[in-house]
């Protein structure tokens, strides 16, 4: 029923830039003390992260911000607020959680990688990194829209193989949990996920066609909140 609300990810991803590294408070973090370290320290291809001792320590994740530079993504129905400096913001809260556990991340886009400003981004690009990194998991971080109700709200897990149905009934399952929703996950055919190997996942944070979902969206309390979501769900997941 939401089909046309993904029309934003018909493999459009031709970026070139990401503008905006924005935010990490880590107010919430009971390792304040590691993730202010890491969070001050701009880690560039050549010096790769310290890692942290924790229960995700021998996992790699990427964490794939959707969208970015020229490709916005879709947009806030009332701020007009990118879709793609969202993804990055709340990609960037759930890689400093994922870190304190000790899970190696990687970004498809930010300053810390070689795909980040001023190289271009396509598709291809993105897979190529992604498969590359070999990772135990992935998580593309995007915004929603819908075309046909401005009533749909929540978020919604999709994924496109058969791989990748159990993290994303999980997903689901513990935000509807969260946010008392009675969403499904969609199978979806997006190209950056149909391929992977390891189970892959685009998270639809919310809808920002919906009014509540666009005026949470952006706060760091909501934000928060999904990436608590994420992340504990990713922990009983890989540690299973
Ligand atoms: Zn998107």
Avoid: W
Wanted: hydrophobic letters at 30%.
């Amino acid at each position: 029923m939401y089909s046309k609300a993904m029309a934003h990810h018909d493999d459009k991803d031709n970026n070139d830039s990401i503008v905006n590294k924005i935010d990490s408070e880590n107010s919430n973090s009971e390792k304040n003390d590691i993730a202010s370290r890491d969070k001050s320290k701009s880690v560039d291809k050549n010096n790769q992260p310290v890692l942290h001792d924790g229960p995700l320590k021998e996992f790699t994740i990427v964490v794939d911000p959707g969208h970015g530079g020229s490709d916005p993504g879709t947009g806030g129905a009332i701020t007009g607020v990118k879709e793609k400096d969202l993804n990055m913001r709340i990609s960037n809260k759930l890689k400093t959680k994922l870190e304190n556990l000790g899970a190696d991340i990687k970004m498809t886009r930010d300053d810390s990688t070689n795909l980040g400003e001023n190289e271009k981004l396509s598709l291809d690009d993105r897979i190529t990194f992604i498969n590359n990194q070999n990772p135990d998991l992935l998580i593309s971080m995007h915004h929603n829209f819908s075309e046909q109700s401005d009533e749909v709200k929540g978020t919604q897990i999709l994924c496109a193989n058969k791989n990748s149905i159990e993290f994303a009934n999980k997903l689901q399952e513990a935000f509807n949990n969260e946010f008392d929703n009675k969403l499904y996950y969609l199978m979806s055919g997006y190209t950056l996920l149909k391929d992977m190997e390891q189970p892959s996942v685009i998270v639809e944070c919310g809808f920002l066609s919906n009014e509540e979902d666009e005026a949470r969206l952006q706060t760091d309390e909501y934000q928060d909140q999904i990436v608590s979501v994420i992340v504990d769900t990713v922990e009983k997941f890989l540690k299973d």
